[in-house]
């Protein structure tokens, strides 16, 4: 079976700070060695459940935060920031089950480095009248595919934000969150045994999983500035029904998430205004 892995990097066990997310500082470079060995405990989970090959995309920042030889398993490693499926780059049809590793709570929720893709532009996404953050966003791919999301790890918001859209998906939930900058986090050693415990129980149960429920699924956002709506709206596929709120519908998942995308990324430098 094959198996794909999108990594992103806040919701890992003992990050707390963008410093540790963020850079090349000293800071930044433990953080990683933490990801690299919260993703390995997935990697090995998920071959001792079943998984014959893996793809591990890395999803956060600039996208090219874990070291290629040190990935176990000889899972092969999609990085770099310019990717047309963004987080979700790499999986097609051919895959039997999807791991999101290290996720993080959305934008607004009460979770440690909370945020939604651009927290400069987005205060809230919903499918279908449901808060979600990436996790369930990312899901659009998966369900377009027909590929199910088995396994999500990070701080306890994430894994509960998930289970809401994908009912049976697997967790392993790493940190309790205190505040948007303090966490409790379980050793990185118990972190990952249950991170591995977890992908490992995914992986075997997932040829009775189903994909995503998302299908005929839209994807509301509502953003910082009604600048940020309008540019957002010149994106084929995403309305403006509101000043500052923006509706992405369609019979295809897929078009639904590259449309939003398109929007984040059309309107970075407009958020970035004060």
Not at 30 to 58: Q, S
Not at 144 to 154: A, E, N
């Amino acid at each position: 079976m094959k198996v794909f892995l999108s990594s992103d990097m806040e919701g890992t066990a003992g990050v707390v700070d963008w410093e540790q997310c963020a850079g090349d500082g000293p800071q930044a470079a433990a953080g990683r060695r933490l990801l690299l060995a919260e993703v390995n405990a997935a990697i090995e989970g998920a071959i001792a459940g079943g998984a014959t090959e893996i793809v591990v995309n890395d999803s956060h920042s600039t996208m090219r935060n874990l070291p290629p030889g040190e990935i176990a398993g000889r899972a092969s490693y999609i990085s770099g920031s310019h990717k047309p499926l963004y987080m979700m780059q790499g999986l097609d049809g051919s895959f039997g089950a999807v791991l999101f590793v290290s996720y993080h709570g959305s934008v607004g929720a009460p979770a440690c480095l909370s945020h939604t893709y651009n927290p400069r532009a987005v205060t809230e996404a919903r499918i279908g009248g449901v808060v979600t953050g990436e996790a369930g966003i990312n899901a659009l791919v998966a369900a377009h595919y027909g590929v199910p999301v088995v396994l999500v790890t990070g701080d306890r918001v994430a894994c509960e934000e998930t289970a809401a859209l994908i009912p049976g998906v697997h967790a392993a939930v790493v940190k309790e969150p205190v505040t948007r900058q303090a966490a409790h986090s379980l050793h990185p050693d118990l972190a990952c045994e249950l991170i591995r415990e977890a992908a490992r129980r995914a992986v075997a149960s997932a040829a009775a999983a189903e994909p995503p429920p998302l299908r005929e699924a839209a994807l509301e956002v509502s953003v910082r500035t009604t600048d940020i709506a309008e540019a957002a709206s010149w994106v084929r596929g995403v309305d403006r029904v509101g000043p500052r709120e923006l509706r992405i519908g369609g019979d295809d998942p897929l078009s639904v998430y590259r449309s939003f995308c398109a929007a984040v990324m059309l309107t970075r430098s407009i958020a970035e205004v004060v």
